[in-house]
């Protein structure tokens, strides 16, 4: 009986381990995506842009053009910012509500 019930402890320790590392990753894969949307859609602004600015108009407007659409990233990126932050909250909200039906 004894050895039952360490062998049990044992797995529901092993089992909050596991579940804490996989937290762990889920939650630095999802800082890496935001991070990730926020950086790309300034440099896709700023790429744009720039483009616009040499090919268009052949750089006579030329940073003009560029910030206005690096300004453009930024508010795109915090969009995504605020999106996946919601999406995540969401997410933690559905877990506790699950955990709490639990018990």
Known sequence: MILKKSSLRYLK?????????????RVLIDSLSVGLAV???I?????????IDEKVFKGRTF??????????????GFKNL?????K???????????ESNKR
């Open 88 to 98: 995540r909250l969401k997410e933690v909200e559905k877990q506790e509500k699950d």
């Open 82 to 86: 605020i999106y996946y932050s919601k």
């Open 43 to 51: 440099i896709a602004g700023a790429v744009i842009g720039w483009l």
């Open 63 to 76: 940073p003009w053009i560029t910030i206005v659409f690096i300004i453009f990233g930024v508010i795109g």
């Open 13 to 25: 320790l092993k089992d909050k381990k596991g579940n804490s590392l996989q937290f762990i990753f």
């Open 39 to 41: 950086v790309g859609s």
